[in-house]
């Protein structure tokens, strides 16, 4: 029994049965949702757990959709890819999306039509599984523009003023680059002739450098580059990523980002297009400017939710200079941060949930103190920011000495010393959420807030452990589990196509 | 047998969680067993100095075979155990303290960060290569970050951000100067690199040094990054100040000693460099010491001065020099541990840190009155306390240095004795102040009293040691903690504090002898007064006020003011940087949609521009 369309199709299907329940039961159907998007992405999660031993022992898997086998070697169906890489980031996205369910059952008391919620959440989850497991370039647009509607709708949901503007920007620069990406897929097409990723890897490594593939370089870089709010293409997530319900910002920072904009972005380039110095120097390029940009963007915001979104787009950057070094030790630091980065930021956002839950504001000025009175998620938040903030011995730390002492490696001094200089301004920017949020004293009109309900602690105290815990992935015995794989995966790069067509 | 070291960092480590299951029983039990845990630690530390002074213990824990070179190793020789057995003796005395000075609420926080603090602290010594260091590095100040923020009001949290932000800067630049090292000698090894000695062949190694000497220069309160030190260390528990002041920025001097004078072979260049530094660093932290009004803070700016000479003493590169140093790191641990110590004594029984509040208090607190008035003659060196010892052995040093050639060592040798004069000035102010005089109006007399047990064992223990380890420099500390590290000192000129003791209190028996068998019994003793007036309490004058003249002196008076509203310090100049960029970036965001696409274009084609072929 193959396991992995299931993974696509159970939260697509879900989805539609909530929907449905909702039309016939109405309003029992609520409690019922909680019940089974928590199945659900709970199941994700195991099934993504399950997969990482698949991939230890057989490596590369290849299901082709409907038994449509390529015949003498030609491609005539669907197929979904499962290596390293993929399930490294489904992992992560069953993570989140179970720690994001699990928060939303009190947390989405807040809002009205709980249902259609968890109807979008998972719509955007099978997305996003979609989007890392497709192995032709149709399907993966396909999958990508799901999650991302169902991204637009969800940030829109609490349907105030604040929320749609943002929404609205959101969904047409998403329109914007999407329609960049589908350009650049009929390129690709009309230079290859097929859809699938594995013949178009062979046809460009067999024909070499051509200006249709450079300028369809460009296209993605542009539209997988604004997924990934990568500067200058980021001006949507300090809008977006805060407008949403806590848990859906989790999941837009914490995942969604990857799995659409990163996670295409190193595919393409690594396994489709083949990576060069060219792309190496503009990967970088994009990751320092993010860094910098963004780090400094975010120390100035007293908007609790908007300053941790300003964050994504530094630690996005942080993954781009990683990868886009191209040696085994810089990607090994970005893969590692990019799991990191959804570990604790996804943790950061569940706690601005949590703080807006107990406090009914997101503005930091407004706050203070309020570890006395919310002892777990004072010190869960205090672990995330010193995990982001690169302090031993929690995770950030370890991904971002690799990062660093890579750029040393390969002699990007230069690059070391921006990302020493945006690891600083983070911590600064963390000490001062700490402080207006969680140290000092309680202000008056917060004297009767009390500890948030029983699923956002658990899921907040999972995610605070993870922080801790996830450090130990970089010992030889656990890395060659997860993370070897899905750097070898990258380091591949065009035997992509021998691994996956299985010659 | 080769990894009992380790138990030096576990120790304390185990006991962190311990202390706070602890604390569930009985709060008493957590405090006596965290003492306990400390306790065990600097006596497995001085257990070890037989075995250490055969062989040093140098072994890797674990090795990365994934990446070559790429150990966790331990070197305890005997410079590291010296500096361990240091930070786990003031660590005992100031948890001790700590069981009776601290009383609030939440110290089961308190009590685990401090033993995570000292754990990390001994870590950091104890690693035997730079990227171990580098971690447990991290640590310390992550830990000590919220020992300072402890009473979690303002002026705390704003001095524990400065403080961990400063030294993230630096511990990040040493890291850049690690990483390079790693991949330019394939090891971090300290004992490999001393081994092998690092040359400075190119501007890029200079680089590096640098690097090095910001990471060790923040920790260690080197001038002009000490700027975070006289904020926080004031603002922490004192038994905390004590730890910060005595042994964590020696930790900073320790690596120094590494650095400057074991792993690389430094030019003169840098020689004259580092004197001018701690030249600089002691005159300022002094000259600033002078004008503080607050107890802890003036204290504070004499760890800065204090520093100073440590790193005098480095920068001669002369052996009698750098052991100067050391001891001098040992003395102060001792002298201005137990100075906190006594002010937090007093601040237990007062309430206040202000100086010019106090008045009068030896009659109430005679020992701390003794004790201080020990430390403060030892900080200002005057013999035969242990302080005036190291410090003539780094002027020892800066001369024989001007013997070989440095430059300008006359006017180290100037800034070192005038600075020494000056602590000995402010040290006076604040033993006037606060022990002498009369008491001020604030103070409530009924309550005051030796401070209890616990808060008086540590300040006794303390102020003997300064004692014992001036008269008995040569037969104690020089004999079995400093020589040992430091090879091949000479002593220039003769000074034996033995037989100067003896002389001293000689002097003193006699001028006592004199006094009781001559006719000068009669003195006159009348109430102090003012235009005819007897002195009513509220007229009382405070040692603080004479000093006040030094503000307003010509050049100081611009100097001291503008030092006050901060524009001196680099951490205030940094902050304003990143807030302007942060206003033209912000500036940008206008949250017009059309803007932001416009962005997005303009990216496009740039990218187009550069994969144009």
């Known amino acids: 029994m193959q396991i992995m369309p299931l993974v696509v199709a159970i939260p697509l299907g879900v989805a539609f049965i909530i929907c449905l329940l909702e039309s016939v039961i109405k309003e029992k159907a609520k409690r019922l949702s909680d019940l089974l998007g928590n199945l659900t992405t709970f199941f994700l999660l195991v099934a993504a757990l399950g997969m990482i031993k698949v991939v230890a022992t057989k490596g590369s898997v290849t ?82 523009e799901i999650a991302a509607v169902a991204s637009y709708a969800l940030v829109a949901f609490g349907t105030e003023r604040e929320e749609l503007e943002a929404a609205y920007k959101y969904m047409v620069m998403g329109a914007v680059a999407s329609l960049f990406i589908l350009l650049a897929i009929a390129l690709l097409y009309s230079f290859s002739g097929t859809l699938n990723m594995a013949n178009i890897s062979e046809a460009i490594a067999c024909r070499g450098i051509n200006p249709l593939i450079m300028f369809s370089a460009g296209l993605f870089l542009m539209g997988l580059g604004l997924k990934a709010a990568q500067v200058p293409f980021h001006a949507w997530l300090p809008d977006a990523h805060p407008a949403a319900p806590a848990p859906i910002s989790a999941m837009l920072s914490g995942v969604l980002i990857k799995a659409l904009g990163i996670y295409g972005l190193f595919r393409i380039f690594f396994n489709l297009i083949g ?28 908007d609790f939710k908007r300053l941790l979104a300003y964050h994504s787009i530094s630690q996005m950057g942080y993954v781009m200079l990683g990868v886009g070094l191209a040696t085994p030790l810089g990607i090994l630091g970005g893969l590692f941060h990019l799991v990191n980065h959804a570990v604790f930021k996804s943790l950061l956002f569940l706690n601005s949930g949590a703080v807006e839950y107990a406090t009914r504001t997101r503005q930091l000025k407004e706050m203070g103190g309020l570890s006395k009175k919310m002892p777990i998620t004072g010190a869960t938040c205090g672990i995330a920011s010193f995990s982001i903030a690169g302090i031993p011995p929690f995770n950030g730390f370890w991904s971002k000495l690799i990062i660093i002492i890579a750029c040393i490696q390969t002699g990007k001094y230069i690059c070391a010393g921006i990302a020493i200089l945006a690891a600083v301004l983070t911590l600064t920017s963390f000490l001062k959420v700490q402080k207006y949020a969680f140290f ?64 | 047998m080769n990894n009992i070291p380790i138990l030096l960092v576990i120790i ?10 602890l604390a569930k029983l009985r709060a008493k039990l957590r405090d006596y067993f965290s003492v306990l845990a400390i306790l065990s630690t600097f006596v497995l530390a001085v257990l070890l100095f037989p075995t250490i002074s055969k062989a040093p213990i140098q072994n890797d824990l674990f090795t990365f075979s994934s990446i070559k070179g790429l150990t966790i190793s331990i070197n305890l020789d005997l410079l590291s155990l010296f500096i361990i057995t240091l930070i786990s003796f003031v660590g005992c005395l100031a948890t001790l303290y700590s069981t009776g000075y601290m009383k609030s609420k939440g110290l089961s926080r308190y009590y685990t960060f401090l033993l995570l603090f ?12 730079l990227f ?10 992550l830990s000590a970050f919220f020992l300072v923020i402890f009473h979690n009001d303002k002026q705390s949290i704003n001095a524990g951000i400065k403080y961990f932000i400063m030294s993230e800067i630096g511990a990040l630049c040493m890291l850049l100067s690690i990483a390079v090292i790693f991949f330019s000698e394939g090891t971090v090894n300290i004992v490999s690199l001393s081994n092998a000695k690092l040359a400075l062949q190119s501007n890029s190694t200079h680089l590096l040094l640098l690097l090095f000497l910001i990471g060790a220069g923040v920790k260690a309160g080197m001038f002009p990054l000490h700027t975070w030190l006289p904020d926080a260390h004031p603002v922490a528990p004192s038994p905390v100040s004590a730890l910060l002041s005595g042994v964590m920025i020696k930790v900073g001097i320790y690596l120094m000693l590494r650095i400057f004078w074991q792993i690389f072979v430094t030019a003169i260049s840098w020689h004259f460099i580092l004197c001018a530094l701690g030249s600089l660093t002691i005159l300022i932290g002094v000259m600033m010491a002078l004008v503080q009004t607050d107890a802890k803070r003036l204290l504070a700016y004499h760890s800065v001065s204090q520093v100073g000479y440590m790193i005098l003493g480095i920068g001669t590169g002369i052996s009698i020099g750098v052991a100067g140093g050391l001891f001098h790191l040992l003395n102060h641990a001792l002298f201005k541990g137990l100075l906190f110590l006594c002010i937090g004594a007093v601040i237990y029984r007062t309430r206040t840190r202000d100086l010019s509040k106090y008045g ?28 005036f010892f190291s410090k003539w052995m780094i002027y020892q040093g800066i001369i024989e240095s001007g013997k070989q050639g440095h430059q300008l060592w006359i006017l180290w040798l100037v800034a070192a004795i005038f600075g020494s004069s000056l602590t000995l000035a402010s040290f006076m102010k604040l033993l006037h102040a606060i022990f002498l005089s009369r008491p001020h109006l604030t103070i409530q007399q009924s309550n005051l009293k030796e401070a209890p047990w616990p808060m008086r064992l540590p300040i006794i223990i303390l102020a003997s040691l300064c004692i014992l380890f001036g008269v008995f420099a040569y037969q104690i500390p020089l004999k079995y903690l400093i020589l040992p590290c430091v090879p091949n000192v000479s002593f220039i000129g003769f000074w034996s504090p033995t037989l100067a003791t003896f002389l001293i209190i000689l002097g003193l028996f006699a001028g006592g002898f004199i006094y009781l068998a001559g006719k000068i019994k009669s003195v006159r003793v009348s109430s102090p007064y003012i235009g ?58 206008s949250g017009i949609l059309p803007t932001y696409l416009i962005w997005c274009l303009v990216g496009f084609l740039i990218l187009l521009f550069v994969l144009r072929g």
């Not at chain 1, 963004?294 to 120390?299: K, Q």
């Not at chain 1, 605070?464 to 015995?477: F, H, I």
Request: with cysteine; charged share 10%; hydrophobic share 55%.
């Open chain 1, 440 to 503: 000092g004293k309680l202000p008056e009109r917060l004297k009767g807030i009390k500890e948030v309900p029983v699923f956002m602690r658990i899921s907040m105290i999972i995610l605070a452990v993870l922080c801790v815990g996830l450090g130990l992935l970089v010992l030889p015995g656990v890395r060659a589990l997860i993370l070897t794989p899905a750097v070898e995966v990258l380091t591949n790069g065009s035997r992509y196509a021998q691994i996956v067509l299985g010659n």
């Open chain 2, 12 to 21: 304390p480590f185990i006991s962190a969680p311990i202390a706070i299951l």
């Open chain 1, 63 to 144: 299901y082709w959709v409907g038994g449509w086998e390529p015949i003498r070697g030609i491609v005539i169906g669907i197929n979904l890819v499962l290596d390293g890489l993929s399930v490294f980031l489904l992992v992560i996205i069953g993570l989140v999306a179970f720690m994001a369910t699990l928060f939303s059952i009190n947390y989405m008391e807040l809002y009205t039509a709980k249902p259609k919620y968890y109807a979008l959440f998972l719509l955007m989850v099978g997305g996003m599984n979609g989007v890392v497991l497709s192995g032709d370039m149709f399907n993966f647009y396909v999958f990508l």
């Open chain 1, 275 to 302: 990576f060069n110095n060219l792309y190496s120097t503009i990967f970088m390029v994009l990751g320092v400017l993010s860094m910098t940009v963004g780090v400094f963007l975010a120390l100035g915001q007293w």
């Open chain 2, 532 to 589: 005819g007036e007897e002195i009513k309490p509220e007229m009382n004058i405070s040692g603080v006020d004479f000093y006040r003249t030094i503000e307003d002196m010509g050049l100081f008076k611009s100097l001291y003011g503008r030092a006050k509203k901060g524009y001196f310090d680099i951490y205030n100049w940094a902050k304003g940087t990143v807030f302007y960029i942060f206003r033209l970036l912000s500036a940008a965001h």
């Open chain 2, 118 to 129: 000292i754990g990390a602290m001994n870590g950091t010594v104890l690693a035997g290569d």
């Open chain 2, 132 to 141: 171990t260091m580098f971690f447990f590095w991290e640590l310390m100040t």
């Open chain 2, 360 to 387: 009068g208090l030896s009659k109430f607190m005679p020992v701390t009155f003794v004790c201080c008035l020990v430390a403060s003659l030892s900080i200002s060196g005057v013999p035969p306390f242990n302080g």
